[in-house]
Every structure is written in C-alpha cells, then in structure tokens.
C-alpha cells in the first residue's frame, strides 16, 4: 500500500524560507490528491495547501502568497515551499494523500496519511 514520508523539517528564524518534502511509495494510482496539513500542540490539525493529478491547487488563507505546493511525478515527490515564515507557522507538517480525491483541504477527505515533519519558527 502507498506509504508517505515527511523530511525537511527544521527551526528557523521568522522570515526565513524552508521547503519541506514527502516521497510517495507504491502509488499505482494515477488520479489522486495530495495535501499538506500541519498541527500546533492543544489545536486542530488544519489544510495548508493541496494538489490534484492535473495541477490544480489550493490554499488556505493563512497560507496564500507565502508557501507553494508543488510535485515532481519522476520522483514521487511532494513539497511545500514556505517563505516569510512567521511563528504562527510553528507545527508537525504532514503529507496526506487520497487516490481519486477531489483538492480540497479538509482532514476528512483524505485516508493515508504520513508520520510528519516538525517545523519551528521562532
């Protein structure tokens, strides 16, 4: 089954930039949405920004003109790249996947999900 994991996590200084990854194994579906999320300690865990097979895109609010999703199919590689890090931006950053899955950025649409990638911006 398809397995997900989260690398590049890392601390940095607000206003930084860091990219964040996730490799996707044995997808051998060709259709699929994917997503990040992240969760602050004692909060919910929230949509930042998703992508669908075809391209499409989706942002939070919080997330829209500082970070970019974006996909490298040759390398079953998903990534966030996130700019002018405030932080508020303080969270576990997880990859979630869902083959056939519409963009969107809700926790509930999605079914396999990784293990997560901490970041902090202090």
């Known amino acids: 089954h398809v397995q997900l994991v989260e690398s590049g996590g890392d601390s940095v200084q607000a206003g930084g930039s860091l990219s964040v990854s996730c490799t996707v194994s044995?997808?051998?579906?060709?259709?699929?949405?994917m997503a990040w999320f992240r969760q602050a300690p004692g909060k919910e865990r929230e949509g930042v920004a998703a992508?669908?097979?075809?391209?499409?895109?989706a942002y939070a609010d919080s997330a829209t003109g500082r970070f970019t999703i974006s996909q490298d199919n040759a390398k079953n590689t998903l990534y966030l790249q996130m700019n002018s890090l405030k932080p508020e931006d303080t969270a576990m950053y997880y990859c979630?996947?869902?083959?056939?899955?519409?963009?969107?950025?809700?926790?509930?649409?999605?079914?396999?999900w990784g293990l997560g990638t901490q970041v902090t911006v202090s």
């Open positions: 992508i669908d097979s075809h391209g499409g895109t």
């Open positions: 979630a996947a869902e083959p056939w899955g519409a963009t969107t950025l809700k926790p509930g649409a999605y079914t396999i």
């Open positions: 044995r997808r051998t579906y060709s259709t699929y949405c």
